[in-house]
């Protein structure tokens, strides 16, 4: 499966591949390390899963200007092969400055067991310039198969996936779920490019974090490390902010990418809470 225009990395949405830092209106401190522990604690006690009816909106910006938005809303729940399953919907679009050289219009759909909490199911209907694709990737959990296709060329193949896999998008949505606290290492086996890949992502320390427009907060600084490239993470160093509290809010990520150069996703709302 294809991965996603640099342009827009999310990640969204995805509490994965955050990194905050050299944008204006948010701010960063270390807390007092006396407070780390009481805090560290509560984060562990108000981890939730999936919440119906969130929705959490990005603003994508390159050299200092937005060039597109991203959001990722948690449709409800539906049946997936007579499974229970989360759908959540992440969708990608430029701005009118880079529509001119490069539209983008992206959806990704990820189908979550709600009992299991691994996916069922990952769509992705990609319009990247002159590139179109229609692509799914279905998980046989039980067998440890999944079956890709393309809905564009009907080309099909199948597949061995590790225990509990995650795709790219589902990733993000069970590490928020995760208890955690400063110097833990958590583990996430993750398809992408039609390959197995652990995903290891760092909790780094708490910080308190100020951004324009929201507020500020406690926020977990964490650093994914991964050797694959898709929605939320590409090859290379990236760290990022993840709320305590229970919304577990994804709040700023920012990448270095070849020849582009820095790529900033930024929380820019939410709902649902």
């Not at 407070?35 to 390159?62: M, N, P």
């Not at 709600?114 to 990247?128: A, G, P, Q, T, V």
């Not at 760092?202 to 490390?225: C, H, Y």
């Amino acid at each position: 499966m294809r991965t996603v225009t640099p342009f827009f990395l999310f990640v969204l949405l995805s509490s994965l591949s955050l990194f905050l830092g050299g944008c204006t209106g948010i701010k960063a401190k270390p807390l007092d390390p006396t407070q780390e522990s009481d805090l560290a604690l509560t984060a562990r006690q108000t981890a939730v899963k999936i919440r119906e009816g969130e929705k959490l909106k990005f603003s994508v910006r390159w050299l200092g200007m937005e060039v597109g938005t991203a959001e990722a809303v948690v449709k409800g729940i539906e049946k997936v092969r007579g499974r229970d399953a989360y759908h959540i919907v992440a969708y990608a679009r430029s701005n009118s400055l880079i529509d001119v050289i490069y539209p983008v219009r992206d959806e990704h759909h990820t189908y979550i067991d709600k009992k299991h909490f691994h996916s069922l199911r990952y769509e992705k209907i990609l319009s990247e310039g002159r590139y179109r694709a229609d692509e799914v990737m279905e998980y046989d959990q039980e067998n440890h198969v999944a079956t890709y296709y393309s809905r564009k060329n009907k080309s099909k193949k199948q597949i061995f996936i590790a225990k509990h896999i995650q795709d790219q998008l589902s990733a993000a949505y069970w590490f928020r779920s995760q208890p955690m606290k400063v110097r833990d290492t958590i583990h996430i086996p993750v398809e992408a490019d039609e390959k197995n890949w652990d995903l290891e992502v760092r909790v780094i320390q708490l910080d308190r974090v100020e951004m324009k427009g929201l507020g500020s907060f406690n926020a977990f600084q964490i650093e994914p490390m991964a050797s694959f490239q898709g929605i939320f993470i590409r090859r290379g160093k990236i760290k990022g902010w993840l709320t305590t509290d229970e919304k577990r809010l994804p709040l700023v990520m920012k990448t270095k990418i070849p020849v582009l150069g820095t790529v900033t996703v930024v929380l820019t709302g939410y709902e649902g809470w």
